[in-house]
């Protein structure tokens, strides 16, 4: 029998099988490449406070807590003082995603059922509308959902008072003046115009300049806006009036808020609410301090006894039928109603003093 060579099959294979086995081994003992980082996911949020105003630093805190919260896996970038439009702009462009989230103050243009919260001279204090809006957001927290936004807090500004060029003491000073409102607030628009008042509908980015020049002639604002943008430089008159509060959500598309990872929105949430509480309660608390900084620098207040207040009370109601259903979804105008009316039966006035 012929003796095998070094060339036969067996030996091949044998070869074959050491150089794989060598292979994997090398595989083996090789470090492996290291995971590619996820990307943090980016939040763009517009904003009308601006960049150095308080209301803007607690933006800011908010988007550090957002960073903190994620481990720094959703970043929260603010867009200050108007530099993406206003309120009507920034809608349209977190519809068209170029923005995710805004800090808006017309949110009632999204839905009408918010402007529940705003009928002029329906509430008497802070507390009244806290707690309906606690008893309605739910309902309103839907209404914006269905159209593609989620909420994200609830705050406000504080009272709206009028700003005027000359001094208003009564409902029929006002209708002698062209009164600012937003452009494409319709809502708003009729519920002035159902009070016989002038509305002269703009973009806010021109309130300074239409003062200036008289397109408008009042202006209806809270005073922390009116100190911040410098509104009352040039309408050196404030009615003390309550006329309705500026109500204000921070709202982010669903989009937006479907991009961030389900285990992390519960705790951004909650930053959030927290950003909201904190500016709801400065706009508020710093409303008087902000009265007297403008009284300093030339602005006179109007001030309004009992009987010019039952005016403009009266002047608010007389609209109210024209507004619920019209302006106002009548389920929200009445469930508002309702529940306004269940706070004051169990929180009545403080019987006043005998003299």
Excluded at 82 to 101: E, F, H, N
Excluded at 103 to 111: E, P, R, S, W
Excluded at 249 to 265: C, E, F, H, M, Y
Excluded at 349 to 354: G, H
Aim: hydrophobic share 45%; aromatic share 6%.
């Amino acid at each position: 029998m012929s003796r095998s060579t070094g060339n036969s099959p067996l030996r091949q294979v044998g070869r074959s099988l050491s150089w794989f086995a060598l292979a994997v081994g090398l595989v083996v003992l090789l470090p492996c490449p290291p995971a590619v980082a996820q990307a943090p996911v980016t939040i763009k949020m517009a904003s009308l406070l601006p960049a150095g105003s308080e209301g803007h630093n607690v933006l800011l805190q908010m988007a550090e807590d957002w960073k903190k919260a994620s481990g720094g896996r959703v970043v929260l970038r603010i867009y200050p003082g108007q530099t993406m439009g206003d309120d009507p702009d920034v809608v349209r462009k977190m519809k068209l995603g170029s923005i995710q989230a805004a800090l808006l103050a017309a949110v009632g243009d999204i839905d009408p059922s918010v402007y529940a919260l705003q009928v002029p001279m329906l509430y008497s204090s802070y507390e009244e509308v806290d707690y309906v809006r606690e008893k309605i957001s739910p309902r309103l927290n839907a209404a914006l959902e269905a159209k593609g936004l989620v909420v994200l807090n609830w705050t406000d500004a504080g009272w709206i008072h009028f700003f005027t060029k000359t001094p208003v003491a009564r409902p029929d000073d006002l209708r002698k003046l062209k009164l600012f409102t937003w452009a494409g607030n319709s809502e708003v628009i009729e519920m002035y115009k159902a009070s016989g008042f002038n509305p002269v509908p703009l973009p806010s980015t021109e309130i300074a300049t239409a003062l200036q020049t008289g397109l408008v002639t009042a202006m209806p604002a809270p005073p922390q806006a009116a100190v911040l943008l410098q509104w009352y430089t040039h309408a050196k008159n404030m009615t003390d009036v309550k006329w309705a509060l500026l109500l204000g959500a921070t709202v982010i598309s669903k989009d937006g808020w479907n991009r961030i990872p389900a285990d992390l929105r519960p705790a951004l949430l909650a930053a959030s609410e927290k950003a909201g509480r904190k500016l709801r309660d400065m706009s508020r608390a710093n409303g008087p301090r902000d009265i007297e900084a403008m009284k300093k620098r030339g602005l006179s207040v109007v001030h309004v006894d009992g009987a010019r207040e039952a005016e403009w009370r009266k002047t608010a109601e007389a609209a109210y039928p024209k507004i619920r259903g019209s302006v106002i979804p009548a389920a929200a105008f009445d469930e508002a109603v309702r529940h306004l009316a269940a706070y004051r039966k169990s929180h009545p006035p403080a019987a006043t003093p005998a003299k």
